[in-house]
């Protein structure tokens, strides 16, 4: 017998027929001897539509209120799935965030989590009841607000229950059947990992592979939850996310992902002297723009080119920052670029090869793809590239480390 913490998206709720789906995955499990625990998403759409209401009303509106709104899509779906389960003779309860209860900051549309009393629930699944958790949600019991965790959140929700009722694992029901090499849709070829390293996964998630919420991995990787990935519509074993000595051969370079929502911009003819970076980022970190990667070019004449990357949806924000900025740090123009993609490889085994970068660099060159910034950490080489280039240099490195499947 296991404890099992089972998440399901908003494509996995999508209707009925397929919240009647998952009540019978949940009765499977329940009937098997375990003891579970279900959190669900928002039917897929509704919560981007409840934002948009809200935006609609007003683009500065109350973040307090917003979170009011946006919490309800997954009231909605617990108490049809504890209805689906009782109607197949499941016992069920469902459970809002405040019941729990799951406490937060109060950082209301991106609230961190801080506790989560895991007794009542450990309870009720001990008397053999199911309870059907709403993810994204929580309370911020200094003001007794509803607050939500930040889009994609409902992961985060899953990862924190499952290490708060101390369950073996938590099984994230998506509709991709586990984690990928690649994006299959860009590779055909691409294969499913059994296993990854929370490690991998976490660089993965932050470059931009969607599978998992990167907050939710973080979470895990922390708290030691074995997390897996797997379909709802399908029933094969699908991913586990665990610790790298669980993992017996571990190859070089793991996955490769991409992501086009950064912006490239460079800072024309920056004054070559103390202070200017300083100046430079301190501006934009005020304004709360996060910055990725960054290069520096000296020039012959006291001048240094600067390039790096923001968010896209932050780049109009930065470029007014540091147009502001200007008149003090005495650049000569700002060149933004938004068709570019960051291409990451991915690998604890990077720790122990040389060589791993220079295979990227090898790989993209033989395609004529020019790289415009690098950036590395311990286990992960970035590029930056020409947007169109995305998928060509997903393709040839995912060749170049071997990692194509039989086609
Ligand atoms: N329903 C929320 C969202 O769409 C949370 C989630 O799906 O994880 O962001
Ligand atoms: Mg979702």
């Known amino acids: 017998m296991a404890r099992i913490v089972m998440k399901f998206g908003g494509t996995s709720v999508a209707d009925l ?63 049809l799935l504890a209805i689906a389960l009782q109607a197949i003779g499941v016992d069920a309860r469902s459970w809002l965030g405040w019941q729990v209860p ?34 994204f949600q929580g309370i911020d019991p200094v003001r007794n607000r509803i607050t939500t965790l930040g889009r994609g959140g409902s992961d985060l929700s899953a990862v924190a229950i499952a290490a708060a009722v101390k369950a073996d694992r938590c099984d994230i029901y998506t509709d991709v059947d586990g984690i ?24 993965l998630a932050s470059v931009g592979a969607k599978v998992l919420q990167t907050r939710s991995v973080e979470l895990a990787m922390k708290q030691r939850v074995r997390v897996q990935v797997l379909s709802s519509f399908e029933d094969k074993p699908g991913s586990l996310v665990v610790d790298e000595d669980e ?12 992501s086009r929502d950064d912006a490239k911009i460079t800072l024309r003819r920056v004054p070559d002297r103390p202070g200017v970076a300083a100046a430079i980022f301190g501006a934009l970190s005020k304004a709360n723009v996060n910055v990725d990667m960054i290069v520096q070019n000296l020039g012959a004449d006291a001048t240094t080119d600067m390039t790096f990357t923001v968010s896209k949806a932050d780049l109009a924000r930065a470029q007014d920052v540091l147009e502001k900025a200007r008149p003090e740090v005495g650049f000569e123009g700002i060149v933004a670029d938004p068709d570019v993609a960051k291409i990451s490889v991915v690998g604890v085994g990077m720790r122990s090869h040389a060589g791993v970068a220079n295979t990227m660099f090898g790989a993209l060159a033989e395609k004529g793809i020019n790289i415009q910034v690098i950036s590395t950490s311990e286990i992960k080489v970035s590029v930056l590239v020409g947007g169109d280039y995305t998928e060509l240099a997903v393709r040839a490195l995912h060749t170049a480390y071997g990692l194509d499947g039989p086609a």
Do not use: F
């Open 17 to 79: 027929d397929r919240i009647r789906n998952v009540a019978g995955r949940v009765k499977r499990e329940v009937d098997a001897g375990h003891e579970v625990a279900v959190v669900v998403s928002a039917m897929s759409g509704v919560t981007n539509q409840l934002v948009k209401w809200c935006q609609e009303l007003s683009p500065l509106h109350d973040a307090r209120e917003y979170d009011a709104v946006v919490a309800t899509g997954e009231q909605v779906t617990i108490g």
């Open 102 to 135: 799951i406490r937060t900051d109060n950082a209301h549309g991106k609230a961190r989590v801080e506790s989560i009393d895991g007794t009542l629930l450990i309870e009720r699944m001990q008397s053999g009841q199911v309870p059907v958790v709403a993810g």
């Open 180 to 203: 990928y090499t690649t994006d299959p849709r860009i590779v055909p070829r691409a294969r499913k990992l059994d296993r990854i390293s929370y490690e991998e996964m976490l660089e």
């Open 247 to 258: 993992i017996v051969e571990q190859p070089i370079v793991s996955g490769i992902a991409y």
